[in-house]
């Protein structure tokens, strides 16, 4: 990285509630020179605003978590971002739609046109978790793929536990490795 240049920037958007916050702090935690045992979850707060925090994966990266709130100003963001991760809560059914036009609203802004994309179906550790493959069918995840302009993938995590925050960041590496 060239000396005065700023490390890229990866957005994480989604609803509020969806875990966004504990999700960048255990990606933190595990992206640590010295990973430590993720151990119980600390406590969170809904973010007001935005979250910065930075990852090594070796190369350091910021994350930029936008409180589900700030919806309406998310797009103020979009120019600056790199990668974008969208968490959407797999245990909150009523949820659904209004995640899935936010990340239609998402996929369809110009600076983003080119960006990969991708979608964490968190909380699966809840008894009331929706499968990917049910995710995938409400969402029309295969009409969105299709008609997106950007690289999607699609991730089941739960920040919680640590599923599949391994390959979370395996993802960010990829990104890293071969940008757009």
């Known amino acids: 990285m060239a000396a005065g240049r700023s490390p890229p920037t990866f957005l994480l958007l989604g609803a509020a509630g969806g875990g966004k916050?504990?999700?960048v702090r255990r990606l933190r935690q595990l992206s640590?020179?010295?990973?430590?045992?993720?151990?119980?979850?600390?406590a969170t707060l809904p973010t007001v605003g935005t979250?910065?925090?930075?990852?090594?994966?070796?190369?350091?990266?910021?994350?930029?978590?936008?409180?589900?709130?700030?919806?309406?100003?998310?797009?103020?963001?979009?120019?600056?971002?790199s990668a974008l991760l969208f968490v959407v809560d797999a245990s909150n059914p009523t949820q659904v739609s209004s995640s899935c036009i936010q990340l239609l609203s998402?996929?369809?802004?110009?600076?983003l046109a080119s960006v990969?994309?991708?979608?964490?179906?968190?909380?699966?550790?809840?008894?009331?978790?929706?499968s990917l493959v049910e995710m995938?069918?409400?969402?029309?995840?295969q009409d969105?793929?299709?008609?997106?302009?950007?690289?999607?993938?699609?991730?089941?995590?739960?920040a919680r536990d640590g599923t599949?925050?391994?390959?979370?960041?395996?993802?960010?590496?990829?990104?890293?490795q071969d940008p757009c």
Do not use: H
């Open 106 to 111: 998402v996929l369809s802004a110009a600076p």
């Open 144 to 158: 969105i793929v299709s008609c997106a302009t950007q690289p999607i993938t699609m991730l089941e995590t739960s």
């Open 136 to 141: 995938k069918s409400l969402f029309r995840m």
């Open 32 to 42: 640590a020179e010295e990973p430590a045992e993720l151990g119980e979850p600390p």
């Open 51 to 81: 979250n910065l925090t930075d990852l090594r994966l070796p190369r350091r990266v910021t994350v930029r978590e936008l409180g589900g709130c700030m919806g309406p100003i998310w797009p103020s963001y979009y120019s600056e971002c």
């Open 21 to 23: 916050s504990l999700l």
């Open 164 to 176: 599949g925050l391994a390959a979370v960041l395996q993802w960010l590496r990829t990104v890293l």
């Open 116 to 130: 990969p994309v991708l979608v964490l179906f968190n909380k699966i550790d809840l008894p009331c978790y929706m």
